[in-house]
C-alpha cells in the first residue's frame, strides 16, 4: 500500500469508522479459514439466541492454530502499521459469525463497551473490529452496513436503540421498527471475500438478512490499543483525555453517556 493509500484509509477510518483494504488473503489461505470455520460452525449447536447474529463462536488463537496465524497474518500487519496503527494489539482470538441461509438481518448497535471511561472521546481509533468475509457480500446475503460518523456523533437513532446482544439485542422482535431502522445515511458495505474491513467498535452497525441458500461467514477481531493520543495525532486531544486518571476504573457499559456528544 502507498503512504498516501494509507493515510487516506486512516482518514476515513477517523472520520466515517470504518475503511476496506482489498485482498489481504491469499486464496489458499481463505479457503482454509472457510474450511475450519465450516468445521467449528458444524461443531456446536446454534441456541436460539444467536439468531441474529447467526452465530457467536469466541475462538482463541491458542486453541485453533488457523486463529493464531489469522491474527498474526502479516499483509495486516503490515497494513495496519503502514497506517499508523501499528499499536493496535489482537485480544488474542476472533469470532466466527455466520449467518445461515434465511437468517434474519443483525440489529442497529455499536459494541464499545467503555462508554464510563473518558476515552471514549477520542477523536481518533482506540477499539477496533478487524472483519474478514470468507465469501462476497452482497445486499441479498448479508452484507455489513454502517452509519458512517456515528462513532463520534450522536444521532436520534441512539436513544431509540436497545443495548446489542446479551445486553438487550437477543430478544428484540424481527419487526423492531427501530433496531431495523431503515436510516437514510446507512450505507451497505458489500465486499470480495478475502478483504478486510476495519470498523470504529463505537459506530452504529448493522447486516443485511441472508435471502441466499449459502452460509454467510465473517472472523471478526476485536482489537485495542494503549489509552494515549497516537504520534501520528496532531489534532486536538480533549480536555478529558488529558486529566484522565490512568489508574481509575471504570464500570463497563454498552450505553452512550455524557461523552458521546
Ligand atoms: O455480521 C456482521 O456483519 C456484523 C456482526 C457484528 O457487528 C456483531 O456481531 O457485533
Ligand atoms: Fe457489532
Not at 494509507?6 to 482489498?22: F, H, M, P, S, T
Not at 441466499?212 to 486531544?237: A, E, K
Request: charged share 25%; with cysteine; proline share 8%.
Amino acid at each position: 500500500m502507498t503512504s498516501d493509500v494509507a493515510l487516506e484509509k486512516r482518514n476515513q477510518l477517523i472520520k466515517d469508522g470504518y475503511c476496506v483494504v482489498d485482498d489481504i488473503l491469499t486464496q489458499d489461505f481463505l479457503e482454509e479459514l472457510r474450511r475450519e470455520s465450516d468445521r467449528m460452525l458444524d461443531a456446536v449447536e446454534h441456541p436460539p439466541h444467536w439468531k441474529y447474529q447467526g452465530s457467536d463462536i469466541h475462538v482463541r488463537g491458542i486453541d485453533e492454530s488457523v486463529i493464531d496465524r489469522l491474527i498474526h497474518w502479516q499483509p495486516t500487519r503490515d497494513t495496519l502499521e503502514e497506517m499508523g496503527l501499528g499499536d493496535f494489539k489482537s485480544s488474542g482470538g476472533f469470532i466466527i459469525l455466520s449467518k445461515p441461509p434465511g437468517g434474519p438481518p443483525l440489529y442497529w448497535h455499536q459494541d464499545w463497551m467503555g462508554w464510563n471511561d473518558p476515552i471514549s472521546t477520542a477523536p481518533w481509533p482506540q477499539y477496533l473490529f478487524l472483519s474478514y468475509y470468507l465469501i462476497d457480500t452482497s445486499l441479498e446475503n448479508g452484507c455489513f452496513r454502517i452509519i458512517p460518523g456515528t462513532h463520534l456523533k450522536r444521532i436520534p437513532l441512539h436513544e431509540r436503540l436497545v443495548q446489542a446482544h446479551a445486553q438487550g439485542g437477543y430478544y428484540v422482535e424481527e419487526d423492531d421498527p427501530d433496531m431495523f431502522y431503515d436510516h437514510p445515511d446507512a450505507i451497505d458495505l458489500p465486499v470480495k471475500a478475502g478483504s478486510l474491513v476495519i470498523a470504529e467498535g463505537r459506530v452504529l452497525h448493522a447486516a443485511r438478512g441472508n435471502q441466499s441458500d449459502q452460509r454467510r461467514t465473517l472472523l471478526l477481531g476485536w482489537h485495542n490499543r494503549p489509552p494515549m493520543p497516537p504520534d501520528y495525532w496532531i489534532g486536538d486531544v480533549p480536555k478529558v483525555i488529558k486529566n484522565r486518571d490512568p489508574n481509575a476504573q471504570y464500570e463497563a457499559t454498552r450505553e452512550p453517556g455524557e461523552y458521546l456528544v
